[in-house]
């Protein structure tokens, strides 16, 4: 526990503690390459339902037999998924960088308080997490339902203000390279993984390439943190619906004959 000497003004209990700091463009662009490398493709487009994307043939000329909806905030409006749950919480942060000379100090430096609001409520967070290339993300904010993607002027001085005035030994002499805007995808009822046998669209009679559709979205701001065991889950899902998928589908063949 830090004493009250350590505490910022305005904050009445703190904690110091060892923790790791994920970059997260770094990362993404790790994940990418560990997708390439293993023979898989990237492949940009519109998809107008889960029906047509199990249409869309892989490179060898094979229809999948495993769709897996990652598409967080899309799958609100996605067809033939439609969760109406689903909504953005929006989040504004602020990169800066520090003199050389401070940076030593600033790395070793990781802070979170809650300064408005609530942790799951609307308001602002004040938070401060260095990045290993020398930057510093300042933020943030938590606005439910908020769709606006540009950043505002106003929430960027705010953002400074807060966190200069919880470090200003730090932060007083930091120059403002950008401001960034996301909208997490946050899901009423918590994150949905699930995996099922389907065939998407029963009024066409029966369809012999029925498959397993599964799903992992809704993760709000703790993607990153959550993704590995949440990915670990969704294939333990799927691999329990593999062997339901053969007998259906061997029903389905059938069927498609009559």
């Known amino acids: 526990h830090l004493s009250q000497e350590e505490l910022p003004a305005g904050v009445e209990f703190g904690i110091a503690y060892t923790t790791v700091s994920v970059h997260a463009p770094k990362y993404l662009a790790y994940l990418q390459e560990q997708i390439l490398s293993r023979g898989g493709t990237i492949d940009r487009t519109t998809v107008p339902s889960l029906k047509a994307l199990a249409q869309i043939p892989h490179a060898d ?15 609100r409006n996605l067809p033939g ?24 100090k600033v790395k070793q ?15 602002t967070i004040t938070y401060i997490i260095p990045r290993d290339n020398g930057e510093i993300v300042l933020g943030g904010t938590m606005q439910h339902w908020n769709y606006q993607e540009q950043a505002s002027e106003e929430t960027t001085q705010a953002i400074v203000s807060r966190a200069l005035a919880t470090k200003p030994d ?11 805007v996301g909208l997490r995808p946050n899901r009423r009822g918590g994150v949905r993984i699930s995996a099922a046998v389907e065939q998407l669209d029963w009024n066409e009679g029966w369809d012999p390439k029925v498959v397993v559709v599964a799903h ?11 993704s590995v065991g949440c990915a670990d889950k969704v294939v333990g899902e799927i691999e329990a619906r593999l062997v339901e998928l053969e007998e259906v589908r061997s029903v389905a063949r059938t069927m498609s004959k009559l």
């Open 61 to 75: 000329g094979r229809k999948p037999d495993i769709i897996i909806n990652c598409s967080g905030l899309g799958s």
């Open 81 to 104: 998924v439609h969760d109406h749950q689903m909504f953005p919480t929006r989040g504004q942060i602020v990169i800066v960088k520090v003199p050389e000379d401070v940076w030593p």
């Open 109 to 123: 430096f990781t802070m979170e308080r809650y300064a408005e609001g609530s942790a799951m409520g609307t308001g």
């Open 170 to 180: 730090l932060l007083s002499r930091a120059t403002i390279l950008r401001s960034c």
């Open 216 to 226: 992992n979205y809704g993760h709000a701001g703790f993607g990153y943190q959550a």
